[in-house]
């Protein structure tokens, strides 16, 4: 288990509203969560928890964010936290402290923010400061932690500046009253050489640009999607300027006439489908992982115009990591209720000589609090995946335990959506979050295969099947 740090940080100053009147009192006690031991020398990115109050917006509101610590590489200490003001609205709170050597004392201790709604509209503007007589008490409290990897630390950006890397967060999600399945798909591209054959625009962020796309698919009208971006980095890796807001159990933007403004939890454990040392260390070509596998969303979503109004959608926030898509692959997220879950990733690698080879299928069937099969990686030959179009089937015995699984993509539900890796060539994917699904679990008993669970899903499952076109 590898080591990370904590320590509490307390900040006090004022805040007045976008027109300038009327300055009022504002401070936060957060605790922060770093996944490493801290490097001055380069950018650590951590977890913030804790307490705002900010009189005549928020009086001790729950606050949750992220910091991000780069004295050097970045020149700042970034701070962003959602808290909800006195009225229920979700409000952020985004700042940092530019740091300048020559005036250490007053760039470590001050903080510019600025405060928005969730729409995006600016609610005022914000000073605080770091009181040094505070110091020793923070060094009394800073420790070394074990970290684990929960959702939250899954969430978190991880490209550290290599060509060739794509990084994705994508979130899928069921509205309970309307039965309309929601994608937001978010990728980071940095392209793995200087011909940049993929188009993207230019920039000083060595050549990475994010983009991605979102799509709803209500079930009486044919699914919509729409893509944003790209857009360059910025050139300290900083976030693309008006590119959706991707933070841990927090998503906002816009792709054409779709809108979204939500956040998300989830108090189960991560769902490893690849082992999650393959995730940590980079130990295959991509690697998969849903940090929120039975999250529940809440917000709001407009679709031509229209506003829905989410409460307690469940879905799933995962995450993929790597140097492209698969040569061939099929996804399947299907929530079985009082959060069970299965989750399936199929894929035929892109490297020459594994072109031809069968599907590599990784299968977690979560029942409870237990994960079958144990160990993903070393059962994947035991699991059969055929990948097609409208219907495909997985199918696999571990133990005394054989899984059979068949997922249905009727054509008019489906979204056709073109990628490209970071070497530039093209793959295609058909995606829908109403698919079809039948599940079936059987265990062997005296000589005999008996049922040890069965789940039909109609139009709530989420899947997808990608190839090169």
């Known amino acids: 288990m590898r080591m990370g740090m904590r320590f509490t940080e307390r900040m006090a100053g004022t805040w007045c509203t976008v027109d300038g009147c009327g300055e009022q009192p504002i ?4 605790q922060a969560d770093v996944p490493t031991v801290l490097h001055p020398f380069g950018t650590v990115s951590g977890r ?66 600025t405060i928005t709604a969730s729409g995006g509209s600016v609610v005022g503007t914000a000073t605080l400061r770091f009181r040094l007589r505070d110091l020793p008490d923070l060094a009394a ?3 070394a932690t074990p970290w684990t990897d929960d959702a939250l630390a899954l969430q978190e950006p991880r490209w550290n500046g290599r060509p060739g890397r794509l990084e994705v967060w994508y979130e899928t999600f069921t509205d309970p009253v309307t039965g309309t ?15 940049r054959r993929c188009g993207a625009p230019s920039s000083g962020g060595d050549g990475a640009y994010v983009h991605g796309w979102a799509a709803a698919f209500p079930p009486d009208s044919p699914p919509t999607w729409a893509r944003y971006g790209p857009r360059p980095l910025g050139p300290r890796r900083t976030p693309a300027e008006g590119a959706p807001r991707v933070e841990p159990g927090v998503r906002f933007g816009k792709a054409g006439t779709l809108r979204w403004d939500l956040c998300f939890e989830d108090h189960s454990r991560p769902l490893h489908t690849f082992p ?29 115009g229209r506003t829905m109004v989410l409460a307690d959608a ?19 997220h299907a929530d079985l209720g009082d959060g069970d879950v299965l989750e399936v990733v199929a894929a035929v690698p892109r490297r020459p000589g594994l072109r031809r080879l069968p599907p590599v299928t990784l299968v977690r ?25 409208p219907g495909w089937t997985v199918s696999g015995r571990v133990g005394d335990r054989r899984l059979h699984v068949r997922v249905d993509q009727p054509a008019e539900r489906c979204v056709t959506v073109p990628y490209t890796d970071p070497d530039g060539d093209p793959a295609t994917c058909t995606n829908t979050e109403r698919a079809d699904a039948h599940v079936l679990l059987e265990r062997r008993q005296a000589g005999r295969w008996l049922p040890d669970g069965e789940w039909r899903l109609q139009g709530t499952a989420h899947a997808e099947v990608g190839g090169r076109p």
């Open 365 to 389: 069937l979560r029942r409870g609090r237990r994960d079958w099969p144990a160990h993903p990686l070393p059962s994947a030959p035991r699991m059969h995946c055929r990948i097609a179009l």
């Open 141 to 143: 409290r800073l420790r």
């Open 48 to 113: 913030l928890v804790g307490t705002l109050v900010a009189v005549g917006l928020a009086q001790r509101a729950e606050a949750t964010g992220t910091i991000e610590i780069s004295p050097v590489e970045h020149r700042r200490i970034r701070y962003t936290l959602d808290f909800r003001g006195d009225d229920g609205a979700l409000l952020h709170l985004d700042g940092w402290k530019s740091i300048d050597w020559r005036r250490p004392v007053s760039t470590w201790t001050t903080l510019p923010a």
């Open 314 to 332: 469940p879905g799933a926030a995962a995450r993929i990591y790597g140097h492209g898509n698969a040569e061939r692959w099929a996804w399947l």
């Open 276 to 304: 999650a040392v393959t995730w940590r260390h980079e130990l295959l070509p991509a690697a998969h992982v849903v940090p929120a596998p039975c999250a529940t969303f809440h917000g709001t979503v407009v679709v031509g």
């Open 27 to 30: 401070g936060f006690d957060m």
């Open 181 to 195: 399945g929601f994608w937001l798909h978010h990728e980071l591209v940095a392209p793995s050489g200087p011909s």
